[in-house]
Structure formats: C-alpha cells, structure tokens
C-alpha cells in the first residue's frame, strides 16, 4: 500500500493536521477573497478567484497526478542516520527525524518509486515538504540516484516534483555532496537517452534547487512559485538594490529563459502525460 493511501497514512494523517471545520471560511493569500475551505479543496487548493495556488499536501498531489492504484514505493525503509551528532535548540537530529516520521507518516523528505502517468511507466519522486521542509540529506540523495538508475534499468522517463528549503543543514557537508551525486545521476540518465521531466512546486530553493531540480530535459512549474539560490530578502541585502516585480517567480524565471513552461495544477497532469507520450 502506498504511504499516501486516502485510508491509511500520510494522507489521512495530514488531513487530520491541516484540516479546518467543515464550511469554515479562509482568506485568499492571492486576492483576500473569502473562500469555504470545502470548496477550495474541490479546486486542488487553487482560488477560484484569482488562481492563487496555495500549498497543497504532497499526498494530495501525487493522488492527482498518477493513474489511480499504480504506485509502488521503493527505497521507504531507507532511514537518516546522525553522523554529525548534530544538535540543534538542545534538540539531537534523530529526535527531529523521529518527530518529523510521527508528524507526517513518511519516512524521510522524499517518496519515491514506479507509477504511471496516462498508462505511461515512470520512476517518480516527490519532495515531502512536510517532513524538515523537503530537505536533501544523504537519503534523499541516494533515494534520487537509485530512482534515476531504476529509469535507466526500466528503460522510462524520470519525474521528480520538487519542493524543498535546500540542503539538510543537520548533515552539514554530506548534505551538500548530495547536490554532486545527484547531479552526477542525472548525467547517467543523459547518457542513456532517458528523458527526466522536472517539476518545480512552491518553495524550490537552496541546494535542490542549485542541482537536480534546474537540470530537467524539461523544467515544469507551477504559478507563482518560488525558484530560486538564496532567498530574494538576502539577495536584496547583500546588493543593496531592489529586485524587480516577480523576481525568482515561476513567470518571472520563464520569461528569462530559465524553465521551459508555467503549467496551474489542474493541468499538470494532463501536461505530464503529453509530454511523456511525445517522448
Ligand atoms: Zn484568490
């Protein structure tokens, strides 16, 4: 059974967390509108308003991209370990780990394994941006790289939805070999001629972003995400300068040539599914 079963797991778990009183009323972040919180559950989190995309729980999401029942995970036994011994708010990084696990229902800040999209086979992934904001630890690297190893086994395209903060500080240095190894993965993939569709979802930044997520055959986003290195609030302090409307943007970075196409969320699917036949 997949992790995100609507009857057991993540999803049910997650619901229960985010959930609101039925019909009870939220203010849109796009337009202030008054929205029922039933209603923009119907709209994939998306105001019927003004489009404003709100985030929407990784379980959610696969649950609407992949052809029902087709999932099967690999790698979920794959656990952190804490080789830094880091410590954090007199916090240890495997306490995190455990409470991230209990809070979210998955095992690590990545799920991965074989669907289909449109009867197509795909190795797919997805960032949890639950579980420690999507963060890339030493797992997550090496989830990614046996995921782009099964795609080139299977002979079918790799997806990876990505929504992440960066590099998992708590594995200092090992974390940000991962944005090398996962790099290096990728360019395995190139050589086979296996095609890898990237999808960036709102936050893609930091390490993930500076690696595997800006280095698809196609790069996907969904509106008005943020895309980017460093945070636009650094960025502003370090040159002293105003950055202009939209900046670090889905739009913004399609219309200087850095992804290939600004997909809303009830489209992605059928998008993906295009693109995977072309291919
Ligand atoms: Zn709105």
Not at 166 to 171: D, K, L, S, V, Y
Not at 234 to 249: D, E, H, M, W
Request: aromatic share 6%; with cysteine.
């Amino acid at each position: 059974m997949s992790w995100w079963s609507r009857k057991r797991g993540l999803t049910t778990e997650l619901n229960e967390k985010i959930s609101v009183p039925k019909g009870m009323a939220i203010r849109c972040e796009g337009c202030s509108e008054i929205l029922v919180e039933n209603n923009i559950k119907d709209h994939h989190r998306v105001c019927p308003h003004c489009g404003y995309h709100s985030r929407l729980p990784t379980a959610l999401r696969m649950d609407n991209l992949i052809d029902p029942d087709s999932f099967v995970e690999h790698d979920k036994d794959l656990r952190s370990e804490d080789p830094l011994e880091f410590m954090i708010d007199d916090q240890s990084y495997k306490t995190q780990i455990e409470t991230s696990i209990k809070r979210t229902g998955a095992t690590n800040a990545y799920c991965s394994g074989s669907a289909t999209i449109s009867d197509i086979p795909v190795e797919i992934g997805v960032f949890v941006f639950e579980f420690m904001g999507g963060s890339m630890g030493s797992i997550v690297g090496e989830k990614i790289t046996r995921q782009f190893e099964r795609a080139i086994e299977n002979n079918c395209p790799a997806i990876i939805l990505s929504a992440s903060g960066g590099a998992r500080m708590q594995e200092g240095v090992l974390s940000l070999m991962q944005m090398a190894k996962t790099a290096s993965a990728r360019e395995k993939l190139f050589k086979a001629n296996i095609p890898y569709i990237s999808v960036l979802l709102h936050p893609t930044t930091g390490g993930v972003a500076a690696s595997v997520a800006m280095l698809g055959d196609i790069i996907i986003a969904e509106p008005n995400a943020l895309i980017g290195f460093a945070g636009p609030r650094v960025i502003k302090q370090t040159i002293g300068q105003n950055l202009p409307y939209g900046f670090q943007r889905s739009e913004f970075l399609l219309e200087h040539g850095m992804i290939d196409m600004v997909v809303p969320r009830h489209e992605m699917a059928a998008t993906l599914g295009r693109l995977l036949a072309w291919f």
